[in-house]
Every structure is written in C-alpha cells, then in structure tokens.
C-alpha cells in the first residue's frame, strides 16, 4: 500500500496514529494499543520513499541537521495528519497522528458545564489543557477555542507548530500562524499578539523558557491566554513553569502565575468498558485566593490539600472524575485504579458509593 492507502485503511480502523520504523511492520494506534496493521517488515528506502514527497526542502534540512523535523501532511482527500520524522538506530522512521476532519462539539467531550462557561466567557487570564502525549489536548483546545468563535465576536490568534485543526471563523476573526511558515517561533508570535489587537491568543504548547514567559506577560496584560503543557496535574503543572526559570526569576514568576492563572485542566484518555473506544478523566483545578497565596509563597505542595477539601464545587480530582467513570459503568475498576494518582483514595470515594 502507499501513503494514501495507509492512512484512509487507518482512518477506517478509527486510528489515532500510525507508526513507520525500518525493519518492523506499520503498527497503528487503535483505541491506546499498538497493533501491526501486516507482519511485513518495512524497509528504510520505503520510509524515505513515503517521507519524500510529504516533507518541504527546509523539512529535510532540519531532519538533516537537527535529526527530527516536525510538518504537517496533508492527504488528496483533505486529511491532515501532524507528522514527526526522527533518526534512530536503524535508519528514519516517523510518526504521524491523525487528525479528525471534524471539530468535536465542546459539550461532547465530556467536561463539567463550569469547565464551557470559562472557556467560553472569561475576558482574562491563563488556562492550561495538560497531560501526556497523545491524551486529547488539541483536540479540547481546538473544540473549545471553535465554540467560542461561534459565539463570540472577537478576534482570536492561534501560534502553532504546525497548524492541526483548521479553525473555522464564525462570529470571530480566526487567524491561525505556523511556526517556520508564518512566524520563526513561538516568542515572536506571542510578543507580536501584543500589536495585532486579540482578545484571544491560543499558543499551541509552551515547550521552553521564552515561550512560558510571553505567554504570562500576554496573560498578564488582560488577554485570554489557552495553551497545552505536557505534565500529568495541577501542582506538577505549576512547579515546572516556575522550574523553567533561573532561581532569581522566580519570585517574579510565582507573582505573575498567582495574578495570571485562571484554571489546569488534566486529562486522560483511558480504555472503555466496551474496549472499543477511549473514554476522558480529568482533574479540574480553578484558582482561588487559597491557590494564588501557596504560588506566591512557594508552597506548591499544599495546593493538592485546597484541591480535596474544595467545596466551590469548581474543582474536580482525578480520583472522583474515575470513581464517576466506574459508577456509571463507562470504565472497569481495574482501569481506574491502574491509572489512580492515589489509588487509596479512590478504593475509598468507590466502597463510599457501594463499590466493592
């Protein structure tokens, strides 16, 4: 099969992302589980064969230089597909995820309603979409971000690397930037923003230094600031932004995260009972004048203790979001407690509720 045949044979299978590696079959992600779509070994000149016509002359000189190129591929049907080319031992191989065709409606994914009326409304601050690779975190930003142009007049920015969803402009001026096509970097885009009058500024994953301390300057000037992190909660969130910086810089940096942060949300996307889908768990932390004094006075490890005892009901731990999804039978019990931050807790919320 070429390209085209893999990727629509993928699309059909509901795989999230197909995998290329010299000397191994194509393997694709299928409801969490790598599964080998053949038991035909592929060879390094197939990978470059498929690689070749999908990466841009400036793609192959950063795979050249660099040993990895992030772009984005994009089918004769119209499917896109984020793709990443990387050396290992045995020659390139690459990686793609697949990206759906349609914008989930916001309210499909799964939130509680106080989780759409922040995202929808709040005219400032900071909101984080975190967890590991692979959990749903474009595909929250990018619903979330689509709903709020359908009912908002504003004028919203997206820096991305590269662009996945298209975002579609409704009652909203969208305009969405690539990294390397339409800006140099993440920095450049955000510190631009300041002069392009947003009132949203989406930025798609802040991966370093700069990019962490524009977007709390642009958050800090009163703008709506959405973007992505890879950490697994709240607090964890928390300490590594402030961890970026050199330790002279942090008091001002606790300061501007205490001021600017409005909501984390961590999410996972764990197995279903049916075994045929992905179902979403969350951990929802909102600040409050409790959260915004531990930031401000280093005491990061304290806020998982506002976290359980919050009673605001705009607060959400991962253990109840679990113990919900077994409850209303959407998740086993083995998976909730596999994937358990504190599995005590949870073997306590669930014989709380009657199950054993």
Request: aromatic letters at 6%; hydrophobic letters at 40%; charged letters at 20%.
């Amino acid at each position: 099969m070429d390209f085209e045949q893999i990727v629509a044979y993928a699309e059909k299978q509901n795989a999230s992302d197909i995998h290329f590696s010299p000397g191994l079959p194509i393997f694709l992600r299928i409801t969490g589980q790598m599964i080998p779509l053949d038991d035909k070994p592929l060879e390094s000149e197939k990978i470059q064969e498929i690689l070749d016509p999908l990466l841009k002359p400036e793609h192959k000189e950063v795979l050249k230089n660099r040993r990895q190129v992030d772009f984005l591929a994009v089918t004769q049907v119209g499917l896109r597909l984020r793709g990443n080319a990387f050396f290992q031992e045995y020659g390139v191989s690459a990686s793609f995820r697949i990206i759906p065709r349609n914008i989930r409606p916001s309210i499909s994914l799964g939130f509680p309603k106080f989780v759409y009326d922040r995202f929808l409304h709040m005219k400032q601050g900071l909101v984080l979409i975190v967890g590991p690779t692979g959990e749903g975190k474009s595909t929250t930003l990018a619903s979330m971000i689509q709903e709020r142009a359908n009912l908002q007049t504003e004028h919203i920015i997206t820096v991305e690397d590269p662009v996945e969803y298209l975002l579609t402009s409704s009652k909203s001026m969208v305009q969405q930037r690539e990294v390397g096509r339409d800006v140099l970097n993440f920095k450049d885009g955000i510190i631009a923003g300041l002069r392009e009058d947003p009132d949203v500024l989406m930025v798609g994953e802040m991966r370093d230094l700069e990019t962490i301390s524009s977007v709390l300057t642009m958050a800090e000037t009163g703008h709506t600031v959405f973007s992505t992190l890879h950490t697994n909660n709240g607090p964890e969130t928390i300490t590594r932004i402030i961890d970026v910086f050199p330790p002279e810089h942090q008091d001002q940096i606790r300061s501007q995260l205490a001021t600017t942060l409005t909501m984390i949300i961590s999410q996972r996307l764990l197995p279903a009972a049916d075994g045929k889908s992905l179902i979403l768990a969350y951990e929802i932390l909102s600040t409050n004048y409790a959260i915004q004094n531990h930031i401000r006075q280093n005491k990061i490890y304290q806020i998982q203790n506002v976290l359980q005892t919050d009673s605001s009901g705009y607060m959400v731990q991962f253990e109840q979001s679990l113990a919900g999804l077994v409850i209303n039978n959407k998740i086993t019990k083995e998976t909730a407690i596999e994937y358990a931050q504190d599995k005590d807790q949870l073997k306590s919320i669930l014989i709380a509720n009657g199950v054993k």
